[in-house]
């Protein structure tokens, strides 16, 4: 069974950075993938994608400051000069093909001094 693991999720301050990783397990590849992010009584928001050619798509609050990026069966997201806004659970979604996709369990992401 298909299992993704969230991990480098926490608290940091204004202004740093922090890296999230979502491991798939019994994937081989990455087709696309995505990242999004919730806050209490709020919708899912999208934040960053990636097709299957390597295109990115980012949000507009996040666009310069974040990436997106994969390797094999991670999917990775480099969050930097991170501010109080994006403050939020962030979700991975994985696309091994075209027609699945899988969605981590989300991990806290807490900007502030």
């Known amino acids: 069974q298909v299992q993704l693991v969230e991990s480098g999720g926490g608290l940091v301050q204004p202004g740093g950075s922090l890296r999230l990783s979502c491991a798939a397990s019994?994937?081989?590849?990455?087709?696309?993938g995505g990242w999004y992010r919730q806050v209490p009584g709020k919708p899912r928001e999208l934040v960053t994608t990636?097709?299957?050619?390597?295109r990115t798509d980012y949000a507009s609050p996040v666009k310069g400051r974040f990436t997106i990026s994969k390797d094999k069966n991670t999917l990775y997201l480099q969050m930097n000069n991170v501010n109080p806004d994006d403050t939020a659970v962030y979700y991975c979604?994985?696309?091994?093909?075209?027609?699945?996709?899988?969605w981590g369990k989300g991990i806290q992401v807490t900007v502030s001094s």
């Open positions: 990636m097709d299957s050619a390597m």
């Open positions: 979604n994985i696309k091994p093909k075209f027609d699945v996709n899988y």
């Open positions: 019994q994937i081989f590849s990455i087709y696309a």
